[in-house]
């Protein structure tokens, strides 16, 4: 069963760099089955899809944050990371990492997630 | 860009069923996925592909899509199903999430 895990800071100052590291367990990212996601949540409810990348590299990324975002991956670890720049308040969310099982070629559901983490946007 | 629009909230007594709405621009023409999150914890998928249940999920949890709308039906809610639904489609290979649906078993 696989599982993931998110770690990184859960405080970043405004304009900095968010950096956060998904550690999957349970299955190999090189098995080719997922995509691999980063998704937040900001308080109060809504979720927003940030983008995600496949064993080999390939990333497709959230039109509307696209700007500000690059998710890399490390297969020898059996992890994939994401890098959010330039901070603002409005990124004050909870992180989730989760899998995208490929389905006719294109990512389909998002199963399993990651517990979450929050990270606030504060000096 | 793509909105998938669902009502804020919605009330059930228990013991009977629960429509949560989902609604999109030409929606039947996309699979839609239904997640559960419960307070404090990660969303769970329930419904995938419209109206598959994945293994675990209850029977009383099902799903339709028709038109520009699509419908996460509860038959029988219990007090445990007392959460948060989320509706998710693909648009120009962007997932695009619903604002969410608090549902309240009375």
């Known amino acids: 069963q696989v599982q993931l895990q998110e770690s990184g800071p859960g405080l970043v100052k405004p304009s900095q760099t968010l950096s956060l590291t998904c550690s999957v367990s349970?299955?190999?990212?090189?098995?080719?089955?997922?995509?691999w996601s980063w998704i937040r949540q900001h308080p109060g409810k809504g979720l927003e899809w940030i983008g995600f990348?496949?064993?080999?590299?390939?990333?497709f990324y959230n039109p509307s944050l696209k700007s500000r975002v690059a998710i890399s991956v490390d297969t020898s670890k059996n992890q994939f990371s994401l890098k959010v720049t330039s901070v603002t308040a409005a990124d004050t969310a909870v992180y989730y990492c989760?899998?995208?099982?490929?389905?006719?070629?294109?990512?389909?559901?998002?199963?399993?997630w990651g517990q979450g983490t929050l990270v606030t946007v504060s000096s | 860009s793509y909105e998938l629009i669902q009502p804020p909230s919605v009330s059930v007594s228990p013991g009977q069923t629960a429509s949560i709405t989902c609604s999109g621009d030409?929606?039947?023409?996309?699979?839609v996925y239904w997640y559960q999150q419960m307070p404090g914890h990660s969303p769970v998928l329930i419904i995938y592909?419209?109206?598959k249940r994945p293994s675990g999920i209850p029977a009383r949890f099902s799903g339709s899509n028709s038109g520009n709308t699509a419908t996460l039906t509860i038959s029988g809610t219990q007090a445990m199903d007392e959460a948060d639904y989320f509706c998710?489609?693909?648009?120009?290979?962007?997932?695009?999430f619903g604002g969410g649906t608090e549902l309240t078993v009375l």
């Open positions: 592909q419209g109206s």
């Open positions: 030409r929606l039947g023409s996309k699979y």
């Open positions: 990348i496949y064993y080999n590299g390939n990333t």
């Open positions: 349970g299955g190999s990212i090189s098995s080719g089955g997922s995509y």
């Open positions: 998710q489609a693909w648009d120009s290979r962007t997932a695009i």
């Open positions: 989760a899998g995208a099982p490929l389905y006719g070629g294109h990512a389909d559901w998002f199963d399993p």
